[in-house]
């Protein structure tokens, strides 16, 4: 139920001859909308230069045929959709950052927060660096812009740069001649390489937009991976990937964010979270008459619930398609409320029944509440709520928007408690360990060794930062 | 997959005091978007005098906080969402319509198409009447102030114009002291009542308008009913309800249209798709590892092919949220398709798989060509799409947009042949009478005797006009 | 200074074949912009079927190169620039105003106020019409369509029409075959026609829409003519025009509404202000340094005060050309002042000088203090200040938006006593006599016999309304 | 006639303690916007918290109440408006400029081009730091910065950056806690210091913007002074003013770009241009019956000419005002051209006489060449067209965008050859000495020693650089 926020999804196509790539990257950056609604951005390369549109805005809003074919043809592009995780949301923090410096120019596109992003730009400025943006991808900018006048290439210029930025990225970078993948050598974002029909090359956040641009799936980057795309040659710097340790994917890509129909690092997160419902009917079964979902996010551990419990499944919540970002809110005063509005109960499915209701999260619980309610109020004679995700007990810093922990329910509150608060009659949460051994399970070996978990039981795989990004901006 | 269009969505309101009721016309409407995205328009009555604002657009495209706000403190509104069915988009044809007369003000809201309009517009232009729009509502609104003149109230003038009006009408009138809720002796479009918990009286085309402003279900109003509310009291009409005649509710509503949460002259939507999907399992079986529907209108009656046909239910397809007014669709010359941007195949769900895919309808039969081949390319050993409608073969004259006959597949081809054409390896489609028997299913009695068929069938429920909408216009 | 407001300004084109006429209409209504801006339209006929685009705000706001293109080619076509002097403003007083009727479509664009409008639309209202608009518009379009079915041609209806309307109007209607322009009897506002290279015809509120389309000034429309093109030909009805009596038509267009390089009536309207200054000088002579205009309505005014009194002329004021409709006006509370965002003082011209400041009048008296003040503050020793029009004592019923007897300073105040409020040295205001006296010279022999002073003396050409169009609106 | 563009103005303000200065600067930059209308921006200080608002457009397009009001109270601001002379249009390139780096925040506006802003980003770039923007405002904020860093105070900085910075600078900067104007030592940009009312003090780049908000004008900065204003102290650093030398202020701030009721190192503008039309009539004489100017800025020295001359002045041409930024020029095809849209010629005035026109400038002759024709059109019987300026035979380098050579028809054609070309009866340009000679006059002493003239003569103060802006980012 829309609670949490990832920052970014990031997309990049090479050719080998010229022509309207703009479209393509619109088609993929419509796919990956889901991972960030705030600003939308596409560059395009054309004989060495570069040029790019972006706004703040959906990809529907910032583009339209009449930009998009101003863009023209090239022979590269990059895209960018972005949730802003940290200060207000602004323009000059938008993506694709166009940079132009001694060796020519550079377009970036990154997803990911980085941990030291603080020393680093105390570190520039002390050098005389100007920022224009509170972004990390500025910070990044200039740690790949300085590299660069050091060594003889800007893959190895980026190479180079991984020695130095610490934290959660997963970017996309071109140059005049060259487009570049790269990825946190714990891959705390997911980022993987496809094939246009015609041999050319295309990275994205997701593999739902290589699918949508008619690409063929090939491979996800490895952590700590540096792809080159050169003269239609792909060169892989695997210096970074380190042998034997976990990685530490998002596990909040599987729960929520990520297309269902995505792939990451090996793992369908449709098959993932239909195993969130059948582990959570193991570890917290109930009697009851029917299994319905939180559309859409819930949809698909409802299934695994009923699978495995053998209670019916129902489609007992239909979700409003129309509630955009223009929608007013209902006031906190008006006895309306925002789920009554985003969903509708079917009372034929729900009157007189036990009901199991599934939801992936649950953050400060007055949705939640406000769900039961809405069960209760279509006849629901019990209502029966199980989260597919573990209770949010700690800060991310790698790029995921939680709520502050005044915020949260879970560090103020026991499950029995937050039961009684949002008026269900039992609650379950999935556990921690249920998750990542649902990613040890035959069908969904992992490619990487492990999930970050942070925000769940506190094991963060990095040192953690002293300053945070709102700190150092508000 | 959104190929049918219906016309419109009405909602109105009375309150016994003046407070904001635009922002309760504004949630409502939200919940009948579906019914209609072209135009949206809010009328409020303050002290007998009459305000409007309408625009093309979406509801959360024309209203805002500040229009909202100076629409101001009203005990009556109504509201309007329009899909044009002839001619172009025009800001002429957005509704509310707003009347100045002899007698005062009257806002009009209505949804469905007369059969007797050309012939209406001619008789009225003989005595001198001009018009500014092409739609039907402009007509009704010259008829029922023409009545007014010569009778004692604006209800009267109401009945006495449903004598000489023909066709399909769910209408709402807001005269200076009464709001006035009518629908033609056919029962062709739905109309319902509610209640707001502080005693106010709610008319809508559908009951997810109640349950979203938090009014309660009353009751259908019967076809021919005229419902005047004035000073708090409700006051019924029956002298256009025809006893013992069957009723001719668009079946469309109940195959498509309508949300399906929503409860239709005593039948809920969801329950009628459900069955669908038991009526097609039994009259076209067919062995398979899986049954998925096509979001978001086909998954009610996968899940219940499903039920009959004991295949597991599965979550195959998921629909992109972000394709919205301003989404610019591939050309026909590119590649890529737009069923490839709409919807996403779960490839772990289809891989290797037999698939049952249940859609609502087949027009044109690109689209479903389209899904066949998507759900092909994701590994489907098989795909046996079923159609949980009959065949179009003919025209609707009452506000349904329905392809001319050379675009429908079905007056073209046999059903095999259509099969072939879209790549299936078998095709079924619901027939008229299984639809017709679903309704006379014991848990879904029907408050009226019957639905309109003919645009499968051919058996209009009235004379069919002469000249169309359409050929008087362009 | 911006103080009054004329309602319209017209214009139509009749050429023998099709070509982008929009295109045409565009730059005659940006030439004809100063006669109202707040709303704007155009309407084609191709083929006998009209369309039309209009809309709240400047000509340059409303049309585009892409609407334009859409009007597409058309071989007649109307337009029309409002300011609305009833009611609020609103999208559906916009015209060209659009009809369908039994005889076909009709558009029509007029300038002025009738004075029966009220009763017209009581009659209208009784035999059943019904009203979208609080326009005149619309009850001159009720007429002539009313008329047309009684007779055998739109010019006979028209012609019939202005035997029941009264008051004030030029309009411009185009029926599927025919341009038709028509001026009420008494003249009160302009229209000229005009001929374009290739042999179409033209007509305008004023002459300087035909200068900006290339079109040569033919003659101006007599006071109660009618003319039809018709297949390339035209056709005068005399009938209406009245022999012998005194024409009315509105002083104002000659002190302040039109463009100094129109002829209206066969007065050059520059050579009347440089008259007007000439005539004040004689009037109202003092001892000075310099004489300025208030840009720009009263720098003709001043060049021939300056001509006259022999007092050299100075450019001692310049206009700040980027207020726009979209300018934040300064707060009553703040020191800084509208004048002053307006109006910059050239100090060199005025420092330790005697000034003479021509204005075209004084409505309020709020602005003409601020220009004393400007001035003083820039330098000047004396400030006498002359005004090129008579004192506003009554209101107008034909079209100018002249402000209630309350907020008019002269209804309130000697002349001696607005010197002192306003704070100038001394005062004078040109008499109605003499503005009569200066049509009467031999240069500037007007083609009609008269003008409507009545604003200024209350001698009105006609029956004065019982009902004021706001009253009965609002 | 609008043919030449001025790239910026500048305006800053320091107030004593917390107000709501959004407004002030808003209205100062209306006053500005003459100097450009590509973009503007406001940036302000509160407690040491620098926030901006700036985008595309005029200053009434990007500025609205909301937005003004959310900048919320502050005790500095600083404002600008641009016209781009290179490149494309930007939003990068758009002012202020906010940068934040080691010492805090800063905002820099500032009007001009540096010589060597390729050498200085190269060095730079050298050093690692990376470019947003094309603009010299961004190199100017590095040097600073990086000057910032070696030293004691930002006041201190700016006085080090203008010995590596060379050109054309008149520049605010806006730190934590100071406002600091200044200007290069050549002076070739305005730039002059008021006091409000309440103490609080100004900068601005003409006098006009001062009187606009009720500041009293107290001096201009002096070529190469530093002012700096905190705690409501004014200090200044002379150490880059140089005795003796002459300095370059662009003469065409008094020939067209600034404002008539502006004051520019001593000389009003007005009054420039006034003895510019004196120096005409006596180098080029003609026997005429009435001198016109071309509006809005030949109207000045037309009334010089007439002055001298003893012809009468005349109000010959109008202009229309409603021609603004969304206007959709004639095609070159249409028979319609531009100057027939933007101007409109008084009959009356011009019939049978001998006319003397007076314009600023000729750059292509096209412009003239429909201005002659529109005049002949209207019946005069001579032409004699007079020009303020001498003619453009050198590109500049300093911020002003004349056409390259190819265009520019003095660089092709002898004056007589241009007279042909435009069809006038007789043609002369003002000298480059005459125009001197009027800053020696008494009355019009010059603060600065000279004035910059090598557009016309190709004597540049500085050095000329060797790669043009255009080439560098083209």
Known sequence: MDKLHEECGVFGIYEGSNSKLAKTVYYALISLQHRGQESAGIAVNRDRVIRCVKDLGLVSDVFNEENLDKLGECNMAVGHVRYSTSGAVS?????????????????????????????????????????????????????????????????????????????????????????????????????????????????????????????????????????????????????????????????????YFARPDSKIDGVFVHDFRVKSGISLAKSHPVEADVVIGVPDSGLDAAYGFSLQSKIPYGIGLIKNKYIGRSFIAPDQTERR??????????????????????????????????????????????????????????????????????????????????????????????????????????DTKCSCSGCCTACFDGKYPTEVPQVSAKERFE
């Open 91 to 255: 323009k000059e923090n938008a993506q694709p950052m166009l940079i132009k410096h001694l060796k020519g120019q550079m377009a970036l596109v990154h997803n990911g927060n980085l941990i030291n992003s603080y020393e680093l730009r105390n570190e520039l400025e002390k050098k005389g660096c100007i920022f224009h943006s509170t972004s990390d991808t500025e910070v990044i900018s200039y740690i790949i812009t300085g590299e660069r006048l050091k060594c003889g290439s800007i893959e190895e210029a980026v190479s180079n740069a991984m020695y130095r930025i610490k934290g959660a990225y997963s970017l996309i970078l071109m140059s005049p001649a060259k487009l570049i993948a790269a990825r946190d050598p714990l891959g705390f974002k997911p980022l993987c390489m496809g094939k246009m029909p015609d041999g050319g090359i295309v990275f994205a956040s997701e593999s739902c937009a290589l699918s949508s641009v008619g690409a063929e799936f090939v491979r996800d980057i490895l952590p700590g991976e540096i792809v080159t795309v050169e003269n239609g040659e792909i060169r892989s710097d695997l210096s970074h990937v380190k042998k034997d340790s976990k990685s530490s994917l998002c596990i909040f890509e599987y729960i």
């Open 337 to 442: 409320n925002m789920v009554r509005m985003k969903l509708g109960a079917i009372e034929s499915v729900l009157k007189d029944k036990r009901v199991v209701v599934i939801d992936d999260s649950i953050v400060r619980g007055t949705t939640s509440a406000q769900i039961v309610k809405l069960l209760r109020d279509a006849g629901a004679k019990e209502v029966h709520m199980r989260i597919s995700s573990p209770t949010f007990l700690n800060p991310c810093y790698y790029g995921t928007d939680i709520d502050s922990r005044e915020n949260l329910i879970a560090c103020q509150h026991t499950i029995p408690e937050i039961c009684e608060l949002i008026g269900a009659d039992s609650l379950g949460f999935m556990e921690v360990d249920e998750a990542l051994e649902i990613l040890k399970d035959g």
